[in-house]
């Protein structure tokens, strides 16, 4: 089993910044990945950065060069950076974790809200 808790949501205007934390109840080390989700209001749940436990990072067209992900494996924790944020980028943000083995395993985040005003 694994928690993850999301942290750093907030309200920003469009340009500013602002940082998400996931903390994990375990080692990032021992998860297969570790992504950032996000959902919109009437819109499906989007993975927009991704770190797998070997260190390569995905981004999502949409935020790639705005966002960045990173992870502290001392303190379990999985951030995203997100600078120059639109209106667009509003959203519920879910950290996600996987296990992958013989069988799969999904674990989410409860979630934290971002919103970018103009």
């Known amino acids: 089993q694994v928690q993850l808790v999301e942290s750093g949501g907030g309200s920003v205007q469009a340009g500013g910044s602002l940082r998400l934390s996931c903390a994990a109840s375990?080692?990032?080390?021992?998860?297969?990945?570790v992504g950032w989700y996000r959902q919109a209001p009437g819109n499906q749940r989007e993975l927009v950065a991704d770190?797998?436990?070997?260190?390569?990072?995905w981004y999502s067209d949409s935020v790639k060069g705005r966002f960045t992900i990173s992870r502290d494996s001392a303190k379990n924790t999985v951030y995203l950076q997100m600078t120059s944020l639109k209106p667009e980028d509003t959203a519920v943000y879910y950290c996600?974790?996987?296990?992958?083995?013989?069988?799969?395993?999904?674990?989410w985040g409860r979630g934290t809200q971002v919103t970018v005003s103009s």
């Open positions: 996600h974790a996987r296990i992958l083995g013989g069988t799969r395993y999904d674990y």
């Open positions: 375990r080692s990032t080390f021992s998860l297969n990945g």
């Open positions: 770190i797998s436990s070997g260190g390569s990072i």
